[in-house]
């Protein structure tokens, strides 16, 4: 086994597998690249992440339960669970750029039927569009972030794209509180709508060109090799459980702070600021550890951590504002801080030439493990009709625990089946060397897709 295992060492190739084959591209500006992508994840998350704090509003407004506001959130992930699939078929034989500017319209399109719903129904369709749109997006910019940073520099990369989920705690939360305080439900979606224009306006100026290295190989050949590796299968489930862990806690956050911890709706904005400043000091940090440690063992003290701060979360009784601030301070940190080293380790494990396909695919197993811990997180959250609090959610943060061990567990086995991908500054590595023997499978030889990776 430790034969099968053992990584062949190349000279790390410069961005997108090699200089020679894409001397006639120009040179990236790598942070303007950073910046737009981060900008597309900052509009992608907030708009999931708004539904959560709008949560007591739209109950209210729609006259729906706890359950069907679950669906709400539900059906974003869900539609870009089976966008992310249809898209592993052939998301590898096109322009990034391109794909990445036409989800993001259909996103920003989407996002304003949010901010016009006239009914539960309606929303219900237009989560679900902006998710197909928006999820998908997501896949694109972390694919986008492997091919261009050599893997030595990737967990800074992924981290400085992590940025966005702070950046939209700190900004874009407490931003979309106080216009839906001021101007009612609908305004942060219209707000949303708006930036995605300027947005989709810097990615169609500064983003590159980035085209497939590999020639496109038949669409069910190319699917076929991202499902026959076992690499790829831990990768696929060990980011479901990464996911999964914090969807079965975040739904109910807002709502619980309010129903259970006694803060009013309009001191949430000040819980998410916190929460987000803390998590932007510390997802820096933490893309250089994941570059200078060892990816799993950083993970692994992540999770340990995040397993503490979702306990405290679920189970937080009457308190004051400070105390709660600190909470979800820590809760941010861990939870965020975890993706950085998990994506980085998973990035790192899959040939470039599989990337694209791989990371849709893979956003179709986060995006249908965060619609999954939702409807979870659903059923077993119900609302005291009496008192007004919400009973079960000590449950969910259980729940989410055990999907923190998971997580941690699958991450091992993939180490072992790739261990070049969890080493600090590792060379870039040939994945099918690296692979035991009953992983190496793939497109038959002579299929486009079996080129060489050298």
């Given at each position: ?17 090699s200089?020679?084959a894409?001397?006639?591209?120009p ?11 981060v ?12 539904m ?9 407004v729609?006259?729906?339960?706890p ?14 669970a089976?966008?992310?699939f249809?898209?592993?078929f ?6 990034r750029?391109?794909?990445?500017l ?6 920003g399109?989407?996002?304003l039927?949010?901010?016009?719903a006239p009914?539960?129904?309606?929303m219900?369709l ?6 197909a749109?928006?999820g998908v ?18 967990g800074r ?14 900004l ?14 609908h ?24 085209r ?5 190989a038949?669409?069910w050949?190319?699917?076929k ?19 999964f862990g914090g969807a ?5 956050l807002?709502?619980s ?13 000040l ?19 994941a ?16 397993a503490?701060a ?5 189970n937080?009784?009457?308190v ?9 301070g ?8 975890r993706f ?26 986060q ?6 811990a ?5 059923l ?7 008192t ?5 959610y ?6 989410a ?13 993939l180490?072992?089946l790739a261990?070049h ?12 060397a690296?692979?035991?023997e009953?992983a190496?499978?793939g ?12």
């Amino acid at each position: 086994m430790a034969k099968s295992c053992a990584a062949r060492k190349i000279s790390d190739p410069s961005p997108l597998m090699s200089a020679t084959a894409h001397s006639h591209r120009p040179p990236i500006n790598e942070r303007a690249l950073l910046a737009v992508l981060v900008a597309v994840q900052f509009t992608h998350i907030m708009d999931f992440m708004i539904m959560m704090p709008l949560g007591s509003r739209l109950m209210r407004v729609f006259e729906i339960t706890p359950a069907q506001f679950s669906r709400l959130v539900a059906a974003y992930g869900i539609a870009a669970a089976v966008t992310g699939f249809l898209g592993g078929f052939v998301l590898d034989r096109f322009d990034r750029k391109r794909v990445l500017l036409v989800l993001y319209t259909g996103f920003g399109v989407a996002t304003l039927g949010c901010a016009l719903a006239p009914s539960y129904g309606f929303m219900l369709l237009a989560r679900a569009a902006a998710g197909a749109c928006g999820g998908v997006a997501g896949s694109v910019v972390t694919a986008m972030v492997g091919d261009v940073f050599p893997a030595a520099r990737r967990g800074r990369a992924t981290g400085a794209v992590m940025m966005a989920f702070p950046i939209a705690s700190v900004l874009g939360v407490p931003t979309g509180l106080r216009l839906a305080s001021a101007f009612e439900w609908h305004a942060p979606f219209f707000f949303l709508s708006g930036v995605s224009v300027f947005v989709w306006a810097a990615a169609a100026a500064f983003l590159p060109s980035l085209r497939p290295a590999h020639p496109a190989a038949h669409p069910w050949r190319q699917m076929k090799a991202i499902l026959a590796h076992r690499v790829h299968w831990y990768g696929f489930m060990m980011s479901a459980a990464l996911i999964f862990g914090g969807a079965c806690v975040v739904p109910f956050l807002a709502p619980s702070m309010v129903a259970n911890v006694g803060l009013r709706e309009d001191q949430l904005d000040l819980l998410y600021a916190a929460g987000g400043l803390c998590a932007a000091c510390s997802t820096p940090i933490i893309g250089r550890l994941a570059d200078r440690h060892d990816k799993l063992h950083v993970l692994g003290w992540l999770s340990l951590g995040a397993a503490a701060a979702a306990l405290i979360m679920t189970n937080l009784p009457p308190v004051p504002l400070w105390a709660a601030m600190m909470a979800v301070g820590l809760f941010m940190v861990t939870m965020s801080g975890r993706f950085t080293p998990g994506m980085a380790l998973v990035s790192n494990a899959i040939e470039p030439r599989y990337r694209g396909g791989f990371m849709s695919v893979n956003a179709s197993f986060q995006q249908g493990a965060m619609g999954l811990a939702n409807l979870t997180a659903g059923l077993l959250v119900t609302k005291d009709e009496t008192t007004g609090r919400l009973v079960g959610y000590p449950r969910a943060g259980i729940v989410a625990v055990v999907a923190f061990a998971l997580t941690v567990s699958l991450a091992t086995r993939l180490r072992a089946l790739a261990p070049h991908a969890a080493r600090p500054g590792h060379i870039e590595t040939g994945p099918e060397a690296a692979l035991p023997e009953k992983a190496k499978a793939g497109p038959p030889e002579g299929s486009p897709a079996r080129s060489s990776f050298n």
